[in-house]
């Protein structure tokens, strides 16, 4: 069954794009070989004062895939892990990995040694790519392993191996921040270090990739259990390659602000795989910093930002933003968690900027679906992209609900993941099939509107029942933000002993707004702008909320807190 021929959302469908895509057969190797030759000399990346053209990234991923499979005895479909920060060996890395007809199994590198075995054992993992800073913890979880299980080769890089000899006494970047990358890190013994493995010249076997090799297997969390890893093929990510490139007017011309980390699905997206496919230029940040992240906006006329809204609000927390100069951007999008409206708003009527909003998974490949910039609607999904076929349906019946009313999201599309990785179970519930289409349970919560445009309520499990009322803490966040102390706001559940539950929330204040506001000053604004069942009965201040590598706040963290202040209540 293809995707709806008269879908109320392709009334809306901007006129320059096609409805489907037409998807080049090739693996994505093909697209650094295809982007090198094209553009020999142009910049790739930027990164710290350096320049790395595409001729040499394509040399060094050829001479590192050398030594993987010969050094390394690397063979094909054998996965690989990927431990770092965003720098140019994090791209060298994806492709020397994918020329070895490998799998990129990328690993958030806040990981600790406890959490990072477990992505060699359940990868089956027996090399790992690495920066110094993190050898350690790669070889304190290695030591835990069974010796059976354990990893046989370790590459590490200094983020130095991608800089300048010295920094530029002009440079936009934090002195903290330039000696952290050059901080010298003992490498563990047996290690090999980045410039030997490349200075040696391996030459790799001549490439005989197909479209439909796993090619990347990153891993997402879900509700329950251990992580598991996603797979990609080649295929589904070269959809998404050349579909968000094609959204976003991306060309060779294009100049990306590449700070959503390259472990994540949206970084490897839009930092690893479609730069090089349309050989545009990537400005890559190490860490998120908002005064570096707008010089570089300035400094290198940056025209593509995919960013977390929380990055924007971050932006507004700075005292300088008023002097940012951000009049280079043509695109600038985002997604992982909804873009408070106030906060797009402000963006607009501040510096003439659309937030063009997005929605994905790690098991889409990133987006599925987005906003048309020509048409974006705020704290909104978006449409269905090229191919995509999504409903909204009840949770327990599967069938479809109304227009407007909240279901889960199931979508259908040729970027969607084949399965998870040694887990059949979670692949079956994971999806249904309804009329010869195979449709992926997204486990989010949403309503479509009469235009065909989605939009989320909430995770399945994210909800908090108030005396019967079903109270979802997003649309509360996005209300609080309304308020103008409120930077950043988490809603989550409190027990109480007569509504069985009741609504907290958890802010980040404004600078200008510390040490003025109360927090009954809050709950009074919010009691005059939310239904009496929804407003936040308790209001707790913090310095900050807790947020994953890419920037999503983890709303879980809180909660568990929460929850144990309650029972160790309950207890005495």
Not at 103 to 131: Q, W
Not at 194 to 200: D, T
Not at 223 to 250: D, E, F, I, Q
Not at 298 to 318: E, K, N, R, Y
Request: negative net charge.
């Amino acid at each position: 069954m293809a995707p709806h021929a008269t879908a109320p959302h392709h009334a809306f469908w901007p006129a320059r794009l096609p409805r489907t895509l037409t998807v080049p057969e090739t693996p994505l190797w093909h697209n650094l070989t295809t982007s090198a030759a094209r553009y020999p000399h142009k910049a790739a990346y930027l990164f710290a004062g350096a320049s790395l053209s595409y001729t040499e990234l394509l040399q060094q991923a050829e001479a590192l895939a050398g030594w993987l499979q010969q050094v390394a005895r690397v063979e094909p479909g054998e996965r690989v892990l990927l431990f770092m920060q965003n720098c140019p060996q994090y791209v060298v890395s994806c492709y020397a990995i994918l020329r070895a007809r490998a799998v990129v199994v990328p690993v958030n590198p806040m990981n600790k040694a406890d959490e990072f075995g477990h992505y060699i054992s359940d990868a089956d993992a027996r090399v790992a790519l690495c920066t110094a800073e993190l050898a350690q913890v790669v070889h304190s979880a290695n030591e835990a392993q069974p010796a059976h299980q354990r990893l046989q080769h370790l590459l590490v890089t200094r983020y130095a191996d991608a800089m300048p000899p010295t920094d530029a006494p002009d440079s936009p970047m934090p002195s903290a921040m330039q000696a952290w990358l050059r901080a010298e890190h003992p490498l563990p013994a047996g290690a090999t270090a980045w410039a030997q493995a490349l200075q040696a010249e391996h030459t790799p076997a001549p490439y005989e990739g197909q479209s439909d090799d796993l090619a990347l297997l990153p891993y997402t969390s879900g509700t329950t259990g251990l992580p598991k890893g996603c797979m990609h093929s080649h295929r589904s990510l070269m959809h998404n390659a050349v579909g968000s490139g094609l959204w976003g007017h991306v060309g060779a011309d294009s100049v990306t602000l590449g700070v959503v980390p390259l472990f994540h699905i949206t970084g490897m997206l839009y930092g690893v795989l479609t730069p090089v496919l349309y050989g545009s230029t990537v400005v890559l940040m190490p860490r998120w910093d908002r005064e570096l992240a707008a010089a570089l906006i300035a400094q290198h006329q940056v025209s593509h930002w995919t960013c977390i809204p929380t990055m924007i609000m971050d932006l507004f927390g700075s005292p300088n933003y008023p002097q940012f100069n951000l009049s280079s951007l043509r695109f600038l999008s985002g997604g992982g968690a909804a873009m408070p409206e106030a906060v797009a708003q402000r963006l607009k009527d501040e510096f003439g900027i659309s937030f063009a909003e997005g929605y994905g998974l790690t098991e889409t490949s990133a987006p599925s679906h987005a906003n048309p910039p020509e048409r974006a609607k705020l704290q909104c999904l978006g449409m269905p992209m090229f191919g995509t076929d999504s409903r909204v349906v009840d949770p327990v019946t599967l069938q479809d609900v109304p227009t407007g009313e909240v279901g889960e999201i199931i979508t259908s599309g040729p970027m969607v993941f084949q399965g998870y990785w040694k887990h059949p179970e979670a692949t079956a519930a994971a999806f249904i099939e309804r009329e010869g289409r195979r449709y992926f349970r997204t486990g989010d919560l949403g309503r479509v509107d009469d235009e065909g445009y989605f939009f989320i309520t909430d995770r399945l499990k994210r909800m908090i029942n108030a005396s019967g009322f079903k109270v979802w803490p997003s649309e509360v966040e996005m209300l609080l933000y309304r308020h103008p102390a409120v930077l950043e706001a988490c809603v989550i559940a409190s027990r109480d002993a007569y509504r069985g539950e009741t609504v907290k929330a958890v802010l980040v204040l404004r600078p200008e707004a510390r040490g003025t506001t109360q927090p009954d000053d809050i709950i009074g604004w919010a009691k005059d702008h939310m239904a009496a069942y929804k407003y936040p009965r308790i209001v707790e201040f913090a310095d900050g909320l807790p947020k994953s590598g890419a920037g999503k706040v983890l709303w879980r963290v809180l909660q568990a807190e929460e929850d144990r202040k309650a029972q160790a209540a309950e207890a005495t």
